[in-house]
Structure formats: C-alpha cells, structure tokens
C-alpha cells in the first residue's frame, strides 16, 4: 500500500483500499466562538498543551467541511466538549443543528458533571444523538463525580459511545490516567468507551482496558505521527496486541485541530505494516460495527 503524504493522495489511497470512503470518529466542530477560542489556546500553547501546536485547518464550518469531504471523509462526528457546568446543553443544541445541515457527521453531544447532566443527556440519546465527547483534562473532572452515574448508566443502556479523552497526554491533571477511567468501566462494564489518543501516554494500560471489556475501543487519533513520537511514541512491544484488536480500533485525526497535513495520520498507519484489511476496518468498516441510527455506518 502506498501511503498518502499529501491530502491530494488520501482519495486515491481510499480507493486502493477497496473502501467508498474515510471513517473519522475524531472531529471537532462548535460554534464559531467557541471554536475561536479554542484556537486562541493552541495559538499561545496554553497550559493543556504544553508545546507548540500550530492548528493547520482554521476557517468557517463550511471550509472545513468542504475539506473533509474533498478528502473523502463520508462519516465524521463533531463532538463539542464541555469544559465547565452549564455549558452542555447550549454546545448539544448547537451541534445537533449543525448534524442536521451536514448529511456526513453523526450527531455529536457532550456533558458535564452538574445536577441536570443525566436528564440531558437521556434526552439527547431520545433525540438521537450517537456519540458523547467527555474531556476529563480540560474540563478537570472526576468521572467518580456523583452527577454523572446517571449519564454512563445511559450510554451503557443505549450503546451509544462516549469518545473519552482520559490519558494523561499531552499535560496530565489529578484527573486523568487509566485508574479513573477502571474505576467507572467497573461499575458499568458494558459502557461503550472509545478512548482517545488510544490512551497517550498509558497505552499499556488502556490497551489492557479494552482487552478486559469487549465494548471498550481505542482511536488511533495523532498516535503513531511524527509529532507524538517525541513526547508519546508508542511502545512496540504492545503494537502486536493493538493489531489484535483490529475490530475496536477507530480512525481519528482531531481535524481541524492538528499541526501537520491530515494525510499524514494516514501515512503514519500504513507505516504499521498491518496489511490492508486492517487499514480497511480501522478507516472504514469498523464505524458500521459501532455506531447505530440512520447513516451512521455509510450505506444510506
């Protein structure tokens, strides 16, 4: 397989994959504000970040998604992320507006731990909605917080996933790391979880997560980039039993927020050398295995 090392190669190399399209379980669209000010943070390398961290991707949600789509990105999510209470419901209003003008994105929500979280988000999951986004090192929470037993005994009934981002990477807090995240999983063992980042920098850890829990998965979101190799290089003893999960492993790019060509996340996984069906499920066909809802696995 000839890896993309340019944007303009990823359409050519989803073809020569065999698959109609890219799966991207990593995205971020919020309202125009909100998203600015998120760039002001990555612009002044503010303190979650911990480096220098150019956003290669900036312009109006139109731009950006005429950019996915020209990459052939044909399923994408949103997910907005609630760093404070009372926040949740105005980003979840937003973004499902924005899935209902956009066919490609899978309707995106978020939640804060706060007295009402449990209600909105069981109206959410009645709404339709098919992913959460929770950011425990920007929100610095607790997910033993009280409020939000509620919200995972919801998504474990619904199956609908939750994309967490729960390692330590790139700046850790008291909140993050594996043990939180253990700590809920035995509580609600049934609660789908894609861990994103795949975990960085406890991969080992969170890798042992989802082998322990068959509805626990990993996103391979900036892992394996030459700009994670300096500060969280995967370990290439675990690279065997990450191949093995090869049904659990979901493409993610953190588009538009990433400092380098979104063809380069590509490349850094055909550089795996996991042959093409792996490419396949983990681009592709994996989506269909998780998601539920109307278009939500690419076929309508």
């Known amino acids: 397989m000839t890896s993309p090392t340019v944007d303009a190669d990823v359409p050519a190399f989803l073809a020569a994959l065999g698959i109609p399209g890219l799966a991207d379980v990593h995205v971020h669209f919020m309202p125009p504000r909100v998203m600015a000010a998120v760039w002001r943070h990555f ?45 949740a419901t105005f980003l979840n209003e937003w973004a499902w507006t924005f899935a209902a003008s956009v066919p490609e994105c899978l309707p995106s929500a978020t939640f804060f731990p706060e007295p009402e979280a449990g209600k909105y988000v069981a109206a959410a999951i009645e709404q339709g909605v098919q992913v959460f986004k929770a950011h425990v090192q920007v929100g610095d929470f ?17 199956g609908v996933p939750l994309v967490l981002h729960a390692g330590s990477g ?30 960085a920098p406890e991969y080992r850890e969170f890798l042992e997560l989802a082998e322990r829990y068959e509805r626990v998965m990993l996103d391979t979101t900036m892992v394996f ?34 400092p380098y060509p979104y063809a380069h996340a590509l490349e850094a996984l055909v550089r795996l050398d996991l042959g093409d069906d792996w490419l396949a499920d983990v681009c592709w066909h994996n989506l269909g295995r998780v998601f539920t809802g109307p278009g939500a696995s690419g076929h309508s």
Request: aromatic residues 12%.
């Open 225 to 258: 980039t030459d700009f994670f190799s300096d500060f969280a290089a995967y370990p290439p003893e675990l690279l065997g039993r990450f191949a093995a999960l090869r049904e659990r492993v979901l493409f993610g790019s953190d588009f538009p927020n990433i």
């Open 170 to 199: 790139p700046v850790p807090n008291s909140h993050t790391g594996p043990e939180p995240v253990a700590g809920v999983l035995r509580s609600y063992p049934r609660l789908p979880v894609i861990i994103a980042h795949a975990g």
């Open 142 to 158: 607790e997910l033993a917080d009280p409020y939000l037993r509620p919200v995972f005994g919801a998504l474990e009934d619904s």
């Open 43 to 87: 612009d002044l390398a503010g303190p979650f970040l911990g480096r220098e961290w150019p956003v290669l991707y900036k312009g109006s949600d139109e731009e950006r998604v005429s950019v996915l789509r020209s990459l052939g990105v044909r399923r994408f999510t949103a997910l907005p992320y609630a760093h404070k209470p009372g926040i």
